[in-house]
C-alpha cells in the first residue's frame, strides 16, 4: 500500500498553524511525533491529530470544534476555499490548533495531499472521520445517471479514499475510523436512492475493516445521524444535479449540530462500533429488523400524507 510523503513545499490551499513554543506533550505512541501544544490544546484529548472530512460548515465544524475543545489538534476539509479559510480563522481565533486543506475528497490525489498536510502541520494522525458527502431531493425514475454517480461517490469514495491515503498513519497510531452515515441507511427512504445506498455501504465496509484489519487495533465505527439543523444554505441535488434546498423537517424532531457533534465526539473516545442517533433512527432499527413490513407501509403512508417531506 502506498503511503505518503511529506511534500518539501506546502500545497496549494492548504493552510498550516504556525507553532507556538513546545511543551510537555503525554507519552506518543511508538514511533510516531507529538504535536505541539497551545494553552488552548491541554486537555484529555492533547497531542491526538483529528482529520475530518466536510469540516468547512455545519456538523463537521462543529465537530471540529468539539474535538478542539478537549485539546486535539483538527485537519480541516472542504471544497469552498473561503469559507473554509473563515472556519480555520475562527477556530484559530479561539486557540485552537487548526490546519486546512481544500479537497474534493472523491479525487484520490487530493486526499493525498489531505493526510499530508495533517503529518506536515501535526507529524502523525490519529482519528478520520469522513463527513463530506452529497445528499439529495430526487426519485430514482428521474435521476440522471451521472447524477445518482455523483450522490453515490461523495458517500463511499468519500469516505474509501481518505482512509486509503490515511491508513498506514492510523495504523502505526493504533488509531480511530469513524463512517458518517445516517438513519435514512437503515431501512431507505423515498427521493434519497443513492444517498441511502451509499450511507448503507459504509456499514459493511466498517465490518469487513473490522475483520481484516483486526489485528492492527485500528477502530472503525459508524454514526447513524438523525434529523439536524442545517445552515440555511445548505443545498442538496435534484434529478438534474441541480442544487436545491433540503426537504421540509419539523425543527422540533432536529438536533442542534452541537448535539450531535457531541455524540460523535462520545463514539469516538469510547471507540463505539455503531451509534444511532435519537429515538427514531433506534425505533428503525427495530422496525426494520423484526418487522420489516411494517416498517414500509409506515414509510408509504408518510409518504402519501407527508409528500413535503421527502420532495
Known amino acids: 500500500m502506498a503511503t505518503t510523503s511529506r511534500p518539501k513545499k506546502p500545497v496549494t490551499n492548504c493552510r498550516s ?11 506518543p505512541s511508538p514511533g510516531l511525533k507529538p504535536t505541539t501544544m497551545s494553552s488552548k490544546t491541554a486537555g484529555p484529548l492533547a497531542g491526538q491529530v483529528v482529520l475530518i472530512t466536510g ?26 476555499p473561503a469559507r473554509l479559510e473563515a472556519t480555520r480563522q475562527a477556530l484559530a481565533a479561539e486557540g ?13 490525489a487530493a486526499c493525498e495531499r489531505l493526510v499530508a498536510t495533517a503529518l506536515t502541520a501535526f507529524g502523525r ?14 426519485y ?16 463511499v469514495y468519500g469516505s474509501v479514499y481518505p482512509l486509503k491515503a490515511a491508513l498506514p498513519h492510523l495504523i502505526a497510531a493504533r488509531g480511530s475510523v469513524t463512517f458518517i452515515s445516517s438513519i435514512s441507511a437503515l431501512n431507505g427512504m423515498p427521493s434519497g436512492s443513492a444517498y441511502c445506498a451509499g450511507k448503507a455501504a459504509l456499514a459493511n465496509l466498517a465490518h469487513t475493516l473490522r475483520l481484516e484489519l483486526a489485528d492492527t487495533g485500528v477502530h472503525f465505527g459508524v454514526v447513524y445521524i438523525g434529523f439536524t439543523q ?12 441541480q442544487p436545491v434546498p433540503i426537504a421540509h423537517r419539523p425543527p422540533r424532531w432536529q438536533k442542534s449540530q452541537a448535539q450531535v457533534a457531541a455524540i460523535i465526539l462520545s463514539h469516538v473516545r ?11 433512527g433506534r425505533l428503525i432499527l427495530v422496525v426494520h429488523a423484526l418487522l420489516p413490513r411494517l416498517g414500509d407501509w409506515v414509510v408509504l403512508t408518510s409518504q402519501r400524507r407527508l409528500r413535503k417531506f421527502y420532495e
Open 17 to 27: 498553524p504556525k507553532r507556538p513554543s513546545p511543551k510537555p506533550l503525554p507519552k
Open 55 to 80: 469540516s468547512e460548515s455545519g456538523i463537521g465544524r462543529e465537530t471540529a470544534r468539539a474535538f478542539c475543545r478537549l485539546g486535539a489538534a483538527v485537519v480541516l476539509n472542504g471544497r469552498q
Open 96 to 108: 485552537y490548533l487548526v490546519a486546512a486543506c481544500v479537497a474534493d475528497v472523491t479525487d484520490y
Open 125 to 138: 494522525l490519529d482519528v478520520l472521520i469522513t463527513n463530506a458527502s452529497i445528499s439529495q431531493r430526487a
Open 140 to 155: 430514482f425514475a428521474d435521476m440522471q445517471p451521472e447524477v445518482f454517480r455523483q450522490v453515490f461517490d461523495s458517500n
Open 230 to 241: 442545517n445552515d440555511p444554505d445548505k443545498r442538496v441535488l435534484d434529478a438534474a444535479g
Open 270 to 280: 469510547r471507540r463505539r462500533r455503531r451509534t444511532v442517533i435519537s429515538a427514531l
